[in-house]
């Protein structure tokens, strides 16, 4: 899939967003996104880009090129998430942007998945692990910006950045196992 890596371009979907004049976030919406297929919610396009519309809350609808996009970042989103390569990309900036500004985003991305993650629901209760993962995630939601630039923030920030991306992976593998039935390999954030 040789689209996949434009998909996840975050300044791509912040400029979609600024043409739709929008007053939601890139990073939440993928958050939300991530939230709920973690859950076990599956979405065809059109349910998706009411979703994402509804979410992006602009002033101007999406044209096709917007559409597309946002369809690709479904599909790429859930190719990642059902993959057996334990690797998902998170819409975030890239390492270029200010280290207050990518731990904002990473905070938003955080209240998005629990955003999505609650709306869909389950019928197995979660493991002790995976409500700590979503406690995480509340907390790294409610973090503070005004951070300078240092390397030590930007050990954390990596730090936790990589700990967001393998407990999605393993609140996925779990409810996917539950609302499935699908063998799925256990994942492990240690």
Request: proline share 3%; net charge negative.
């Amino acid at each position: 899939m040789a689209i996949m890596p434009a998909v996840f371009e975050f300044d791509r979907y912040a400029q979609l967003f600024s043409e739709l004049g929008a007053s939601g976030h890139p990073a939440e919406l993928h958050g939300h996104l991530v939230g709920r297929l973690s859950a076990g919610a599956r979405l065809d396009h059109a349910t998706w880009l009411s979703v994402a519309q509804e979410l992006i809350d602009g002033r101007n609808a999406p044209g096709e090129a917007a559409k597309v996009a946002l369809i690709q970042l479904y599909d790429a989103t859930l190719s990642q998430l059902s993959g057996s390569g334990f690797d998902v990309t998170l819409l975030l900036p890239d390492d270029s942007a200010a280290i207050d500004h990518r731990t904002q985003t990473l905070g938003q991305w955080c209240e998005g998945f629990l955003g999505g993650f609650g709306l869909v629901e389950r019928k197995m209760a979660l493991s002790e692990e995976a409500e700590g993962v979503l406690r995480d995630f509340a907390a790294i939601g409610q973090v503070q910006t005004e951070l300078e630039e240092s390397e030590a923030n930007e050990v954390d920030y990596m730090e936790i950045m990589e700990y967001v991306r393998m407990a999605t992976l393993l609140v996925f593998s779990e409810c996917q196992d539950s609302a499935t039935g699908q063998d799925q390999p256990p994942a492990s954030l240690h």
